[in-house]
């Protein structure tokens, strides 16, 4: 009786087992994708979740603002400048007679679409030259990174300014110029984890299989980055939201009458000087608790280094 050998044949789902032994490692890593409310609690934490309730509760104000606002947030009476806090005014009124609370509800609209408009832009910008960069190598590759060096070398402000300068004061035109002074921050490190992922056995095998370069970048590196561009938008958004107000309390950004808590701070100063605070203070305490819910939330998921801020 012959003895009958037998061989193994190799598999050719190659592309599968290279995905299995990518995710595996990554497992192995700590480098997870954030997804799940359980796995986003557990990292978030208490203090964590109490953020994300304040930005929920932010984003239903301003969604909810035609509703909830207890007066025309434009519409003043003489008669009724720097009233105290009532029950008929929970925040007081301001120099104009307008009830303070509503214009912080109603600011809450232009205080979200700015930074919203900042980070998305930067997001898209961002993502589109680091994938391409990695994809494409080589000279392209390092025509991308002087572009990027480029950027670097103007600071955030400096390239709003220059913008309005040029094309007049409006959310839209400083929201654009911020964004494309975010873009080389975020850039830089999608860029160093899609550079990693273009490097694993798996991009290989799907490339010996015929897949296009731009089908693999969309459907495996561009999946495997999520979590590096989603935590640096939480971040961004908060560094969008003080920049914004800073160029709204210059007279740079949004343009009076419209309701918006970096412009509430501004018109309030001359009241300040007065002993009229309420305006002030309370659009000033509107800023700071939500952008640090904002970089809370963003440091729990992904860290600081997820959106390229290191300083």
Same mark, same amino acid.
Request: charged share 15%.
């Given at each position: 009786?012959?003895?009958?050998?037998?061989?193994?044949?190799?598999?050719?789902?190659t592309?599968? =087992?290279?995905?299995?032994?990518?995710?595996?490692?990554?497992?192995? $890593?700590?480098?997870?994708?954030?997804?799940?409310?359980?796995?986003?609690?557990?990292?978030?934490?208490?203090?964590?979740?109490?953020c994300?309730g304040? !930005?929920?509760?932010?984003?239903?104000?301003?969604?909810?603002?035609?509703? !909830?606002?207890?007066?025309?947030?434009?519409?003043?009476?003489?008669?009724? $400048?720097?009233?105290?806090?009532? &029950?008929?005014?929970?925040?007081?009124t301001?120099?104009?007679?307008?009830? !303070?609370?509503?214009?912080?509800?109603?600011?809450?609209?232009?205080?979200? #679409? %700015?930074?919203?408009?900042?980070?998305?832009?930067?997001?898209?910008?961002?993502?589109? +030259?680091?994938?391409?960069?990695?994809?494409?190598?080589?000279r392209?590759?390092?025509?991308?990174?002087?572009? &990027?060096? !480029?950027?670097?070398?103007?600071?955030?402000?400096?390239?709003?300014?220059?913008?309005?300068? #040029?094309?007049g004061?409006?959310?839209?035109?400083?929201?654009?110029?911020?964004?494309?002074?975010?873009?080389?921050?975020?850039?830089?490190?999608?860029?160093?984890?899609?550079?990693?992922?273009?490097?694993?056995?798996?991009v290989?095998?799907?490339?010996?299989?015929?897949?296009?370069g731009?089908?693999?970048?969309?459907?495996h590196?561009?999946?495997?980055? $999520?979590?590096?561009?989603?935590?640096?938008?939480?971040?961004?958004?908060?560094?969008?939201?003080?920049?914004?107000?800073? +160029?709204?309390?210059?007279?740079?950004?949004? =343009?009076?009458?419209?309701?918006?808590?970096?412009?509430?701070?501004?018109?309030?100063?001359?009241? +300040? =000087?007065q002993?009229?605070?309420?305006?002030?203070?309370?659009?000033?305490?509107?800023?700071?608790?939500?952008?640090?819910?904002f970089?809370?939330?963003?440091? =729990?998921? %992904?860290?600081?280094?997820?959106?390229?801020?290191?300083r």
């Amino acid at each position: 009786m012959t003895q009958q050998k037998f061989t193994r044949k190799p598999s050719t789902n190659t592309t599968s =087992q290279d995905t299995v032994a990518v995710q595996l490692l990554r497992k192995q $890593r700590g480098d997870v994708p954030v997804t799940g409310w359980r796995v986003v609690a557990k990292r978030l934490g208490p203090i964590g979740i109490v953020c994300l309730g304040v !930005i929920l509760v932010v984003v239903l104000m301003a969604a909810l603002a035609p509703v !909830i606002a207890p007066y025309d947030p434009y519409e003043g009476s003489v008669t009724a $400048r720097h009233e105290a806090w009532s &029950l008929a005014h929970l925040m007081g009124t301001d120099q104009s007679g307008r009830d !303070i609370l509503s214009r912080i509800i109603w600011g809450a609209r232009t205080s979200l #679409i %700015g930074p919203l408009l900042v980070i998305v832009i930067t997001a898209v910008l961002a993502t589109v +030259l680091a994938l391409t960069a990695v994809w494409f190598g080589g000279r392209v590759d390092a025509f991308i990174s002087r572009i &990027l060096d !480029i950027l670097f070398a103007f600071p955030n402000m400096l390239l709003a300014i220059l913008a309005v300068a #040029i094309f007049g004061p409006s959310l839209l035109t400083a929201s654009i110029a911020l964004a494309i002074g975010f873009t080389p921050y975020s850039a830089r490190v999608i860029r160093s984890v899609a550079l990693r992922e273009r490097n694993l056995p798996y991009v290989s095998s799907a490339q010996l299989q015929g897949i296009s370069g731009f089908i693999i970048t969309a459907r495996h590196i561009l999946p495997n980055v $999520r979590t590096q561009i989603l935590t640096g938008m939480t971040i961004n958004f908060g560094y969008a939201m003080i920049e914004l107000a800073a +160029l709204s309390f210059l007279g740079l950004g949004v =343009q009076p009458p419209t309701a918006d808590w970096g412009l509430m701070v501004s018109n309030g100063q001359a009241s +300040l =000087q007065q002993g009229y605070w309420e305006q002030s203070i309370f659009a000033g305490l509107a800023i700071v608790i939500t952008v640090a819910a904002f970089g809370y939330v963003g440091e =729990q998921l %992904g860290g600081r280094r997820a959106a390229g801020r290191t300083r």
